[in-house]
């Protein structure tokens, strides 16, 4: 029996991307079908090249053309993929796909060492990633990614000049401690530092962009705002620990973003120091802050649980030599973080299909 291009099209018409529940055909996602003979190639475009649902995805390509079309044949599958962006009013950042703010109701609850962990994963999966660091109250990404001593690169474009980006272990970074000593840092003043965010995110050269993470300080203040009003931002990530009182302040800043004039989507919450392991017992898991904190905040607020970070004496480590923990493919914290970073990527393009789906809707009634 043969068949054509047309016959395995409308065989991938039997297969649903997972998380946007539809067909992978009217979601663009299949390009360069093929047909010689026996031989059957095709390429598939995930949403993201840390997507979790990849393998899955292909046996259902490969059942469904063995189903519709025929049983004995060639099969080639290429999985790629095209990171996806929505943005209704793009103010600036041509280049950038998606802006996700991490903030945290208290300090000190890792939102630093959960930004640099994620960055460095969704970078070892392919995607091109950025940090911004605006944490004016302690900007921790020069140590973290062992660039104490960095600064950026200046060049003159048209006549403005721009800052280029330090780069270290795959991921762009700017960040306040690039611009001051450690010590003078604290005695920025917020419209200083709103002012140094604006020229991150409009006087610098990122160039292309999957992923540009932008580091908020601790609570709710002057700098979300400038940042809200200087970018389209994708969405928000809370970082919290169990405790109460982080808790509290965790549901402070996502109300935030949920406010009317904020209205930032929170792709998700990350629960870290979530329980305590001793790397030599990693089966027992002591939870000295209380437990589940992270779920019940996102299950209250109906947005997603991306993950939970135990306490380990590497992540603290890491972070002070200057090498994030997700950088050591032993460990069993890393693999936490890199599933934590598949889950926000999976979030974002959900997202952004909604919101394409939103305004899709919009148009329709304008009719
Ligand atoms: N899961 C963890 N296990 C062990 N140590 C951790 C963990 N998460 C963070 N730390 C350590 O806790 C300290 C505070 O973390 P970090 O600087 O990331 O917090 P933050 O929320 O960004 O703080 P800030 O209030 O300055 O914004 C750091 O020394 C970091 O290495």
């Known amino acids: ?68 079309v025929a049983e004995d044949l060639e099969l080639d599958i290429n999985m790629t993929a095209t990171v996806t962006s929505y943005v209704a009013d793009k103010k600036s950042l041509s280049e950038v796909k998606n802006v996700i703010a991490i903030a945290s109701g208290k300090g000190g609850v890792g939102k630093s060492t959960v930004t640099a962990n994620l960055a460095v994963a969704l970078a070892q999966t392919g995607a091109k990633v950025g940090i911004i660091d605006a944490d004016i109250y302690g900007p921790s990404m020069p140590t973290m990614f062992n660039m104490e001593n ?12 721009m800052m280029i980006p330090v ?69 928000a990530v809370i970082v919290t620990t169990p405790q109460k009182v982080a808790l509290a302040d965790a549901q402070r800043g996502l109300s935030m973003f949920q406010s009317q004039s904020v209205n930032v989507p929170v792709l998700g919450v990350v629960e870290n120091m979530a329980y305590f392991t001793p790397e030599e017992l990693p089966d027992n898991q002591y939870y000295i802050f209380g437990r589940d904190g992270g779920k019940l905040l996102s299950s209250r607020y109906e947005v997603p649980f991306l993950g939970e ?38 979030n974002v393009a959900i997202r952004n299909a909604a919101q394409s789906e939103t305004e899709r809707v919009e148009i329709k009634t304008w009719e």
């Open 1 to 68: 029996m043969s068949f054509t291009e047309k016959d395995v099209i409308n065989a991938l018409r039997h297969v649903d991307d997972p998380d946007l529940k539809k067909d992978l055909i009217t979601l663009n996602m299949v390009k360069d079908v093929k047909v010689e003979g026996k031989k059957v190639s095709f390429t598939v475009v995930l949403t993201t090249p840390a997507c979790p649902l990849k393998e899955r995805i292909r046996q259902d390509c490969e059942n469904a053309v063995k189903e519709h």
């Open 150 to 161: 960095a600064r950026p690169g200046v060049v003159e474009r048209e006549g403005k000049t």
């Open 167 to 235: 780069e270290q272990y795959g991921v762009k970074i700017l960040s306040i401690g690039f611009l001051t000593q450690p010590q003078d840092a604290v005695i920025w003043r917020g419209p200083m530092a709103s002012s140094a965010l604006r020229q991150f995110i409009t006087d610098t050269e990122w160039g292309e962009l999957d992923y540009l993470f932008v580091d908020l300080p601790p609570g709710t203040g002057d700098i979300h705002l400038s940042l809200v009003q200087n970018a389209s931002v994708t969405g």
């Open 309 to 346: 970070v135990p306490i380990v004496q590497g992540i603290r480590e890491g972070g002070d030599a200057g090498e994030p923990i997700v950088m050591d493919e032993n460990s069993p914290v890393s693999k936490a973080f890199a599933r934590i970073a598949e889950e926000l990527a999976r």
